[in-house]
């Protein structure tokens, strides 16, 4: 995107003719102060909301309001992609983003599923994205042609449109699309400004992906909503981050498990003067918080040991944003999730949907709340399914003690959460059956110390053939995103079955253990 930056559009708006969401009218407050640093520069609040009504003029060309049509982007971790986001929102359309780590039939199914009216792209992924767009016959978009758009009167956008589709697996064979309203978003957002006392002074370090809530609402939209700065890489590099600890002026971290894993190898690898330097770089932040797997007791201890930091862990998903959090004044017990956030309800049942009232009891983890999404796409029966009236089913079992919530696994064996990713293990096997030589299989989660768990995958060959580890993931990766693909594979004569035929996972994980 060219980005020419007279803050002549901005400061000549009024309120009555800005976008009428909360985030983008307090945006409008904070003016000169710095918003965004990526790759290419350092970006003021009157930058991004410049670039983000080139956007909203760019997609709107004559039409009053987009009328929440889906628009699916691709874009990488920078100013733009916060501009296409509130672009899309200012335009009165569904933000989709799209990750491009992803293989093509992931990034083909999300266009389809949603029924996308519009894909934009960073001209990185122009090559891809062009051809996809016009075999689905979707209008395309290259973000490094909006300098060309004129701006425009924007609709108004009520707090209970649609606001963004995020992704994520289920049971079925096929991930379900997350659909969230301008109103979930500000409930997620004010919940954990409140909880984590953001404030325009924090400058957050950014390295999460940016097709999942964590990225999006815990980083990048809590920063902006604050006033706050928002530093991103590119990806995560361990070398990368520390250096960032060292030379930029942090006041928060967040990241999942494995990125805390791979910064203790790093520093563990560096000489004992750079240690105390890198130790140091920490101290100067307010807060460092782990979330999206459980995070390792061993971690949890080494990390604290190394930066003097005992890391928050809160628990969340997709469809509900962050629901529980451990306190940022007070106690912080490694394994533990903490308790409900400010305007979030939740509460244990059993398997008859009993309320649990008495601590040391098992249930599953439901929740109520604004923050709730709204629906899956296209599925009113799977949406229904997830609700026991108001109350969302997570599928997730927990007990409390000491009024703390802890983790103790989701009741479905076929979610892996792998790395700060949750996928599902009926999608990865339908795949796998694809393979030229498996005639059977099954896949698992077992625990690792590293990514919370690993995808293990079981399978029956058909007669006379032969199939390795490297080649059966040299072949998942052109189909499966990253975190999907086998990790370990076990050739089996025949899976453990009960009596009805169904494929024993209990038994299955232990052969892998």
């Keep these: ?201 924090d400058h957050v370090l950014h390295v999460l992906p940016l097709h999942h809530t964590h990225g999006i609402v815990n980083v990048l939209l809590c920063a902006l909503w604050a006033g706050a700065a928002c530093e991103m890489l590119p990806q995560f590099d361990a070398k990368a981050v520390w250096s960032r600890f060292v030379h930029s002026d942090l006041t928060l971290f967040m990241a999942v498990p494995t990125i805390y894993i791979k910064l203790i190898a790093a520093w563990e690898k560096a000489t004992r003067e750079e240690q105390q330097v890198l130790s140091n770089a920490c101290s100067k932040m307010r807060l460092m918080v782990s979330g999206s797997a459980a995070l390792p007791a061993a971690v949890f201890e080494r990390w604290k040991a190394i930066s003097g930091h005992t890391l928050l862990e809160r628990y969340g998903m997709t469809e509900i944003g962050m629901a529980l959090s451990n306190p940022l004044h007070g106690e912080r017990r490694p394994g533990f999730v903490g308790v409900p956030l400010p305007g979030v309800a939740v509460r244990l049942v059993d398997e008859s949907a009993r309320t649990l009232e008495d601590e040391g009891q098992a249930g599953e983890i439901q929740v ?14 799977a949406t229904a399914r997830a609700f026991r009236k108001d109350w969302f089913s997570t599928g997730d079992e927990a007990v409390v003690d000491k009024g703390s919530y802890r983790i103790l696994g989701r009741r479905s064996v076929d979610i892996i959460k792998t790395g700060g990713d949750k996928v599902s293990a009926l999608e990865i096997e339908e795949v796998l059956r694809n393979h030229p030589t498996i005639q059977e299989c ?71 253990e």
Excluded at 375 to 381: D, N, V
Excluded at 466 to 471: I, N, Q, R, W
């Design 442 to 512: 099954a896949v698992v989660g077992v625990k690792d110390q590293e990514w919370g768990e690993r995808v293990c995958a079981a399978v029956i060959l058909r007669p006379n053939d032969s199939l390795s580890l490297g080649s059966l993931r040299n072949w998942a990766k052109e189909r499966l995103a990253k975190p999907k693909v086998p990790a370990q594979l076990l050739l089996l004569d025949e899976l453990p079955r009960n009596v009805m035929g169904k494929v024993n996972k209990l038994k299955l994980r232990k052969l892998f």
């Design 1 to 201: 995107m060219t980005i020419d930056l007279p803050v002549d559009s901005i400061l000549q708006r009024t309120m009555s003719s800005a976008s009428s969401l909360p985030l983008i009218q307090r945006a409008l407050k904070q003016g000169d102060r710095l918003a965004i640093i990526d790759g290419v520069g350092r970006f003021r609040y009157t930058d991004l909301l410049t670039a983000a009504d080139r956007i909203t003029g760019y997609l709107l060309k004559s039409q009053p309001d987009l009328g929440e049509a889906r628009v699916a982007f691709m874009v990488p971790p920078s100013l733009e992609y916060a501009a296409v986001q509130w672009g899309i929102w200012q335009a009165g359309g569904v933000a989709v983003p799209l990750c491009p780590s992803h293989p093509l039939p992931e990034i083909e199914h999300i266009i389809r599923d949603t029924k996308a009216e519009v894909v934009v792209s960073h001209p990185d992924y122009a090559s891809l994205l062009r051809s996809l767009s016009r075999g689905l016959k979707v209008r395309f978009l290259l973000t490094s042609e909006v300098s060309k758009a004129k701006k425009c009167p924007v609709p108004e956008i009520t707090l209970d449109r649609r606001a963004m589709i995020l992704y994520t697996s289920g049971t079925t064979s096929k991930p379900k699309g997350v659909v969230t309203t301008h109103r979930n978003i500000l409930a997620q957002i004010t919940s954990l400004i409140e909880a984590w006392e953001w404030t325009a002074d």
């Design 368 to 381: 109520r709340g604004p923050h709730v999404f709204l629906e899956y796409m296209g599925q009113p029966e």
